[in-house]
């Protein structure tokens, strides 16, 4: 089993800045990719941002030069800094893991999701 936990959306004003937070817990060997995916209603879930076991990174167009991802590999910890966000970027926002354990091939999972509302 392992478990992802989220923390830090909320409600921002446009301009404003939030921190994402997701924990990993559980039977991990290892831990490869991270990263954020997000979902507006009535859209397709759309990656943000992707953060490798070497510390290369990827984001989609709408976010770079504005978010940030990085990762805390003794914590298990992936974090995504949101800076100048705009209405548009409110979602329900998602992180995964790319892992490894002694037991099952490799595998990916999802955290539950948290909120990101940003009011004009």
């Known amino acids: 089993q392992v478990q992802l936990v989220e923390s830090g959306g909320g409600l921002v004003q446009a301009g404003g800045s939030l921190r994402l937070s997701c924990a990993a817990s559980?039977?991990?060997?290892?831990?490869?990719?991270m990263g954020w995916y997000r979902q507006a209603p009535g859209k397709q879930r759309e990656l943000v941002a992707g953060i490798t076991s070497g510390g290369g990174t990827n984001y989609a167009d709408s976010v770079k030069d504005r978010f940030t991802i990085s990762r805390d590999n003794a914590k298990n910890t992936v974090y995504l800094q949101m800076n100048s966000l705009k209405p548009e970027d409110t979602a329900v926002y998602y992180c995964?893991?790319?892992?490894?354990?002694?037991?099952?091939?490799?595998?990916?999972?999802w955290g539950q999701g948290t909120q990101v509302t940003v009011s004009s």
């Open positions: 559980g039977s991990i060997f290892r831990i490869n990719a």
């Open positions: 995964y893991i790319d892992f490894t354990n002694w037991v099952t091939a490799p595998s990916r999972s």
